[in-house]
């Protein structure tokens, strides 16, 4: 069997695996199991993580991340690709594009599960616990992103680089803060993947990331509503489906990726 994966993404992907079952997943962060869905297809485990829950009733500043990335942990998934709605904070970047993301930029959720105690022990024995600083150089798998990019350069509005700005949310930025994560050298603003990246690669598992450009970000159009944001995923829903179907049948059976090795005491 090959390496388990998981693709994350929003409530418009729950028909992304063929006749899928729930898999209801405890986990010591939250007192609520974390729903997972599975399916075996082409001799490969794989599972679909709905970010915000059931229906998309968790908003992005209540996620547990802490209890969605641990689910993976422990079901064995080693792998993930993730989608997210994102705003474009350059104007060469279109609504439309997808954007392969190869560094973000996160000052606002400190977030890690090696605090309090918590310990973990992976599939090869090594327990690791205490305080963890984890090495951030290349935040997205860089074995993913080649397959991703394989996939992506074929699609012409597409663009296999960009900076994740990551925003507090609910609500939308401030024209003021977009200029601000123009000057860092940010290109997309969202409010959700670093936290996935940084959890993922906490507990070894590979994590990339295609963000659609749903909209301009505050100050590059005249304002931002969450409908265009829900629409415009969704035209390119069906579109982004082919696309991770197609990386997923270029990614082989085991990883040789070093996305394990960032870890230290
Ligand atoms: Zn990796």
């Known amino acids: 069997m090959k390496e388990a994966l998981c693709i994350i993404g929003g ?3 729950y028909d992304f695996l063929p006749s899928p079952s729930e898999k209801l997943v405890e986990t010591p962060f939250s007192s ?5 869905y599975y399916s075996e297809v082409k001799n490969r485990d794989l599972y679909f993580l709905p970010r915000h829950g059931k229906g998309h009733s968790i ?3 209540r996620i547990n991340f802490r209890a969605n990335i641990y689910a993976l942990h422990h079901l064995s998934i080693s792998r993930v690709l993730s989608t997210s709605a994102v705003g474009s904070a350059q104007t060469e970047i279109k609504p ?3 954007v392969l993301l190869d560094q973000f930029i996160d ?3 400190p977030i890690t ?3 309090d105690g918590f310990s973990i022990k992976f599939s090869d024995g090594h327990e690791l616990s205490g305080v963890v600083h984890t090495d951030m150089t290349q935040p997205y798998c860089p074995d993913l992103r080649h397959h991703i990019s394989e996939v992506l350069s074929q699609i012409p509005h597409s663009r296999l680089h960009g900076t994740y700005c990551c925003a507090a949310g609910p609500r939308f930025e401030t024209p003021a803060e977009i200029k601000a994560f123009q000057s860092m050298g940010g290109d997309v603003v969202g409010m959700t993947n670093s936290s996935e990246a940084i959890l993922c690669r906490e507990l070894g598992i590979c994590y990339s990331s295609i963000a659609v450009v749903t909209n301009f970000a505050a100050g590059l159009q005249q304002q931002v509503n969450h409908q265009e944001v829900i629409d415009l995923f969704n035209q390119r829903a069906s579109e982004l489906k082919n696309i991770l179907n197609d990386v997923i049948e270029l990614i082989p059976p085991n990883k040789t990726c070093s996305c394990r090795s960032h870890l230290s005491e």
């Open 11 to 13: 409530s418009g992907f």
């Open 32 to 36: 609520e199991p974390v729903g997972i």
């Open 59 to 61: 908003p992005p500043h």
């Open 96 to 98: 439309g594009t997808y």
């Open 107 to 109: 000052f606002i959720r």
């Open 113 to 115: 599960f090696f605090e």
